[in-house]
Structure formats: C-alpha cells, structure tokens
C-alpha cells in the first residue's frame, strides 16, 4: 500500500514538472523518462526471465529509424500510423532475432545478441542512404512542441508500467519467472519454455521500440550509437544500478543515471570514469541493486 | 577476380584470421576455464596497441617495444585479474558482463585521458618496411607476413603447451571440470590467474602487431571485441581448436566481404555465425551439453 502510495506520487510530480513549462526540465526529464521505459522493459527479460540481452538497443534504434524513414522517405506523420508500424518493426525484429539467439543459451545468447546489434549497427553506419555514421533528422516530428511531447512520454511510461506489471502478475509472468529459477523444471511442468522465452523477448523488443519512438519524436534526430552495444550495455547497467527483478528498481536506475551523467558532465570531462566506477562498485558491494535497500515492498 | 587479386585477398584474410585467434583463444580459454565472461578483452588488445605506439617512441624501434610491452601486458593481466577477475567466480553472467563493460568504459577513459581523441601511426621496423610481390600487379608488405608468421608460431606453441606440459593439462582439466581439478589440490587461483594473464598478453600482442597496419585510435578495441565473439561462438566456448577455424572463417568472410560486397562486408560475418548457430547451437567444435 505504501509502495503504491509512494509510485502515486511520484508518477503524480513527474506529470506536474509539465505545468512548469520549463525548457531544461522538460527536455531532461524527458529523456530521463524514456530511459525508464528502456530499462524496464528489459529488466523483464533480465531480471525476471533470467535473460540477458544485449540486443536492447537494437529494437530501440530501429524504431526510430523507422520513424524516420517514414516521415522523410513518405511523408507519414501522423502518431495513430507511424507508432504502430514502427513498434511492429521493431516487434517483429525481436521476433526475427529472438527466435535465433534462443537457439543458444546462457553465455551463447549473450553473445548472439551481441552480435546481431552490431550487425544492425554496421547495416545503418555503413550505408549513406540511411544517414551513415552522422545520423538523420526527423523532418518533421510526430508530436510536436516539447510540452505535448513530455506529456506523450510520461503517458507511455505510466502505461507501460501498468502494462507490465499486469503481465508479471498474470500466470504468464510466473511462468516467465518459474523459467529464471529453474527452466528444466519448468519444461518437465509440460511450458513450452523457448516460446515462453520468445515471446517475453518480443514484448520487451516492441516496448523497447516505444523508447526509440519516443526518443526520436523528443529530439528529431536518430544515429547509428543509439543502436550500438556499449547503449544496450548502459540498458544493463540502469537494470542493475536500479535492481533487477522489480519494476521501479530500474525506473529509479534510470532517473538517478540520468542525473549522474548530466551533472557528472559540468564537473567533469571523464564523467564516463564515473558511471565505471559506480557499475564496477554496484556489482561487487551491491548485486541487489538500490532497490535491494528496500527491505520487504512488493516487487511489481 | 584476378588470380593474383584473389592470391592478396586470401593471405590477407589468413593473416587478419591469425590475429583474430591471438585475440579470441585468449576469450575463449578464460571463459572455458575461468567461466568468467570478459568483455574487457577487447580492452587489452587496445592497451597493447597503445603500448606499442607509446613505446616504439621512446625506443625508437617497434620490436624493441614488443619485446617490453610483452611483460607490460603479463603484469596488467595479474592485476587486473587480483583486483577485478577474482570477485566474479562465484558470480552470475550479468555481474561479469557488468564488471567487466566497467572495465572497458575505464580504459577508455584512461586511454582519452593519456593519449587524447587522435589517429596515431606507428612506424613499421626498417628491416621489415618493404614489400613482396604477389603475382603480376599486386604486393604483399612483408610486416602483414611477419605478423602472420609470429601469429602462426604463437598458436603452434600454444598448441605445444597445452597438449605436452602439466600446465597445459591442468588448464584442459580446468576447461572440463573447475571444481574436480581444486578438489585434486591443484592451486587453481594461481592457475587461474596465470591463464589469464597469458590471456591478456596474446591480445596485447595482437595489438602490438597491428598497429602499424591499422593505425592506433580510441575504441579499436571494441570492434576485435566483437568479432572475438563471433569467432568463440561459431568455434565453440573453450574451444581453442573452434577459436582457430572460427578466426580464419571470421578473417576471410570479412576480407572477402569488402571486395565482393562493399557496404555490406561487416555484416557478412553476422550472417555466416548466424548461418552456423542454425546448424550447430554451440558451434562448430563445442560441447554437445553445456557444461556450466
């Protein structure tokens, strides 16, 4: 009740900063707000299915690039057509790459889905038809104004909050959780656990997708780095600094990491030795994560 | 395709393949053996680099720089792997992906801080600055045949120590069973933290050996990062035998793939290891169960 009462709030003061009308808050938290989306959404094939992915940025990257393909190359615009065509890009992308990574399993399918983000990666920064390594702008935005477009995110985020925690609740998500413990058994219970596998895999790929959407409507420009390993790493690192396994644990990830690097910037240029040094602390003093400081509150 | 074209592109494609493997044994082995998932490799392989141009500066010669950047590459292997390697034995996949992409962001770092965002040459030794000919119209410089032939001399006596000695055997015990070879009264931490080092000398090595071919530049080490991925999956984790026809695969797809399909060529070796992993999950020469 007090966990609600404390995701109530925030959520609540998140949605007030719009009122504000500030330009750097709206901007920041913005993004801020998107990286909570990424990393939840991961966190429900890292934290809660015991997958670890590192094909992240993909899905994310190539919505965005979708979006922009679209608005360029045809002139579609419009939110109600290019949202569902580019998450379903990016949907079916997981289902593509998804279906092949989890051929393999434990380390194997981390470096599967290495792999094929960088692939994906080597396909945009190679080709000059698709902006090359400099990127593209997004000529005209589907929201548009920053106000309506921080409204936009912070409705995504609640939503897919709600969503995901609906569907960690639902017999599917134990089923998922039942695979991170003991998939052997799970299999011998008669799940079809690959397919279960996948289709988590999905989902998270096509709310990943949300993200890149997001992003891209937020900042009118996508490049190739947004699709790279070391963006699906940082997914990683949020899910982890946060605490895999609960829903606001990497949400909370998100906000302070975005923090960190924009403040970490003005006082210094190594502000990447920072975030290190932090991951590297996390990982050896805290494995639970922030949220593992939270003794007893639900964890979805 | 000229045949003396088609001649370039093969040895080419073998040499940058022996690189590879210098690279992605060192991968494979620390995790066969280890079980320790090291994205950091790549890291290595760029501070050897580094080392060489920094080196090769003061001395004035390349060789002279290799033959002192070796030790160099063993020391940072032991402390890094005392400081860093040895908290994640006990440890799940993530916390070494994590731990170890921390290690890479703080090379980095270290690399901006030291030497700064530019392109730097390293000069070829005199003695090794000319080129042979190759058929009728094409060259081949000779430091691309001594790199291929330190490579190839390299996996040889690994090979050597690995099949004849008792190092070797206990690190063959090690890849198999971890556990059996500590319950045997093997010391496995110095085991452990002699094949790492030894890890992280080979991609120094490699490094040292390619930067006077592809010049030395911040995050070089994150695309032989990758490919050593792709090699260990399509050979086969802790297969060394996997990690040297994986390579040369990985080396010739990619050499080919720039003359055949320019534009396309970095994501050929993608699709062969995607094409491999349909066929064979746990690659070309791995376990038929997963061990660990």
């Known amino acids: ?300 | 395709m000229s045949l003396s074209l088609f001649a370039l592109q093969v040895v080419n494609g073998v040499e940058y393949g022996l690189l590879l493997f210098l690279v992605a044994s060192g991968l494979t082995l620390v995790f066969g053996v280890l079980g320790v998932l090291n994205f950091a490799h790549g890291s290595f392989y760029m501070l050897g680099a580094y080392l060489a141009f920094w080196l090769s500066q003061r001395t004035g010669s390349l060789l002279l720089a290799i033959l002192v950047g070796l030790p160099v590459m063993v020391v940072i292997g032991l402390v890094v792997e005392r400081l860093a390697i040895a908290r994640l034995y006990a440890r799940d996949h993530l916390s070494q992906v994590l731990l170890t992409y921390g290690l890479v962001l703080l090379f980095n770092e270290l690399q901006r801080g030291l030497f700064g965002n530019d392109v730097h040459g390293v000069a070829t030794p005199k003695a090794l600055a000319w080129t042979m000919p190759l058929g009728e119209a094409q060259t081949w410089p000779a430091w691309r045949a001594f790199t291929a032939l330190a490579c190839i001399c390299v996996a040889a006596g690994m090979r050597q120590v690995i099949l004849k000695t008792r190092f070797g055997m206990r690190v063959r015990a090690g890849a198999s069973n971890a556990e059996m070879v500590e319950a045997l009264g093997i010391d496995v931490r110095k085991l452990f933290a002699t094949l790492f080092s030894a890890g992280t000398a080979l991609a120094g090595f490699a490094g040292m050996l390619a930067a006077p071919l592809t010049t030395v530049y911040p995050g070089m080490g994150e695309g032989v990062l990758i490919l050593s991925f792709v090699v260990v999956v399509i050979g086969g984790i802790g297969s060394i035998k996997g990690a040297f026809v994986g390579a040369l695969l990985v080396g010739l797809a990619d050499t080919f793939g720039k003359v055949l399909l320019p534009g396309f060529a970095s994501a050929m070796v993608y699709a062969v290891m995607a094409a491999v992993l349909l066929w064979r999950p746990r690659g070309l020469l791995g376990p038929a169960f997963e061990g660990r």
Request: hydrophobic share 55%; charged share 10%; proline share 3%.
């Open chain 1, 1 to 300: 009740m007090r966990q609600r009462l404390v995701l109530l709030v925030a959520a609540a003061a998140l949605g007030a900063v719009a009122l504000t009308g500030d330009r750097f808050w709206l901007q920041f938290l913005g993004k801020a707000m998107i990286g909570c989306i990424l990393a939840i959404s991961l966190d429900l094939l890292v934290g809660f299915t015991g997958l670890v992915s590192l094909a992240h940025s993909a899905f994310f990257g190539l919505a965005a690039y979708v979006l922009t393909g679209l608005t360029n190359g045809i002139g579609l615009t419009n939110p109600a057509a290019t949202l569902p065509i580019s998450v379903a890009c990016a949907a079916f992308a997981a289902l593509i790459i998804g279906w092949l990574s989890l051929r393999a399993t434990g380390v194997y399918f981390i470096m599967v889905t290495l792999a094929f983000t960088q692939m994906l990666f080597y396909v945009f920064n190679d080709s000059a038809a698709l902006g090359g390594s400099d990127g593209l702008y997004v000529q005209s935005r589907p929201v548009e104004g920053r106000m309506a477009a921080y409204v936009v995110i912070w409705a995504a985020l609640l939503l897919v909050y709600l969503l995901l925690s609906r569907v960690l609740r639902a017999p599917f998500g134990r089923v998922l959780e039942g695979i991170r413990g003991n998939e052997q058994r799970m299999r011998s219970l008669g799940y079809p656990t690959r397919r279960y596998k996948l289709a988590a895999f999905v989902v998270a790929g096509a709310v990943a997708g949300l993200a890149g959407y997001l992003d891209a409507t937020l900042y009118g420009f996508v490049n190739p780095a947004q699709l790279g390993w070391r963006q699906s790493g940082l997914v990683l690192v949020t899910v982890l600094l946060g605490g895999r396994g609960t829903l606001y644990g990497p949400a909370l990830g998100a906000l302070l990491l975005a923090f960190i690097e924009h403040y970490g910037a003005r006082v210094t240029d190594h502000w990447n030795a920072l975030i290190a040094a932090l991951v590297i602390a996390v990982v050896l003093f805290l494995p639970r994560g922030l949220a593992g400081l939270v003794q007893g509150a639900p964890r979805v």
